[in-house]
């Protein structure tokens, strides 16, 4: 073969044998990716309920556990629940008896025992076996009661906290109803209660609320090293109804009675609430004949009927002194108020009486006297609400009711200097869609 041939077919074959190496190359680097692949699939149409599943037991060495000879302590919590005794509470800190008998022979904790109040919250640290070591005790209004172990008894002392009032402001929109309002603003329920309180010679919560209407509020909080522990009280607020504003803020005389007044120092408080409950309905208006329910015949229905449920609170609807509390006829259960200028209102079918009203003692507008039951000829839970000048009855709705004095010239400028703060904040949140600002 001549030589250039042979050249020409060396060259061809190495070519081709490169090509066939790289193929090779290729073809058996992917080997492994393909494998990987067809590990994680099925072909078509397998049938996997034929394969019985197997159960595979492997032990598992743990480490050994060493003894600390259960010289640990455990902290526990309890609160003070309705009918508790203060060993009660103590029981459920897991405390042994005889601790619990020593403990309550401190002189501080003795003293605690005799008024504890529900809500209150007991931490106790003791050992395994129930042997207390430190406990704590929290009170109202004062530093928590700390108690430590001392020798075969314990010494108890005032705890060192830091305790703190805190002005809080909140806001809300009316959708339902005012609670709903509240609760959904974050208002505290006694804050809600002093402001439809407040705002009742004004407003009837019954009648004027409005969708959409709003309101503000500026309270105080008691914070005890950072925690709320009391509501305090109202300072000022804010209600627009329908459109129009109505604005109190809190004043205190010289003398450390606290009133509420406009931010022109116009009273609120009133000769007479407008009604004695906080919430209700009116179920049976004033009339001159109207049908008695239960005799059927036509007669004068005297007062007002405000539906509520059993047990809600009546209150005083003005100053006044009880001129008969007991049981009378058709009203059954009833207090009547002797009041200035002639006035006298009439409480009728009522389930109980508040505590100390009697005959010839004084009560204050706004004062809970009795609670709502259906005593008497009464067909449900309501209560019957009269209001007489000079022994006659009038329409408690549309009498016309006396104010009570304006605040003293001479306390102007003190009022100003106390207020004014209050008011420049309500305008501050005034048109704001607030939550809450603490």
Known sequence: MPLTK???????????????????????????????VAAFGLAPDTNTLDITPETVVEAIALPVLVSTGNTGTFERESVIQPGDTLANALSRLKIDDLEIQRLLATDGV??????I??????????????QLQAI??????????????QDDGFAAAESSELLETRVV?????????????????????KIANQMAETFSTRLDFREDLRRGDT????????????????????????????????????????FGHEDYYTPEGESLKKGFLRSPLEFSRVTSSFSNSRKHPIYGFHRAHTGVDFGAPTGTRVKATGDATVKFAGRKGGYGNLVILRHNNGYETYYAHLSAFASGIRSGRAVNQGQVIAYVGSTGASTGPHLHYEV???????????????????????????????????????????????????
Not at 136 to 149: D, I, K, M, S, Y
């Open 6 to 36: 042979l050249r020409i077919l060396t060259d061809r074959m190495t070519g081709a044998e490169r090509r066939f190496s790289l193929r090779t190359l290729v073809v058996l680097s992917s080997l492994p990716l393909f494998g990987v």
């Open 110 to 115: 003795r003293q605690l025992a005799l008024g």
């Open 117 to 130: 109040r529900v809500g209150r919250r007991i931490q106790a640290t003791t050992t395994h076996d129930g």
């Open 136 to 149: 704590q005790f929290e009170r109202n209004g004062a530093p928590a009661l700390t108690v430590h172990r």
């Open 169 to 189: 402001m909140r806001s809300g929109r009316i959708l339902s109803s005012l609670y709903g309002a509240t609760d959904s603003a974050g208002i505290p329920d």
């Open 215 to 254: 309101f503000s509020v500026i309270y105080t909080v008691d914070y005890r090293n950072g925690e709320p522990i009391a509501t305090g009280k109202l300072l000022a607020a804010e209600f627009v109804n329908a459109g129009k504003p109505y604005r109190v803020v809190l004043f205190s005389d010289p």
């Open 388 to 438: 007489r000048v000079a022994g006659r009855p009038q329409n408690p709705m549309a009498v016309k009711l006396p104010g009570s004095p304006p605040l003293a010239a001479a306390l102007r400028a003190r009022f100003l200097e106390q207020t004014a703060n209050w008011s420049d904040k309500l305008a501050l949140l005034r048109g704001t869609n607030l939550a809450a600002l603490d």
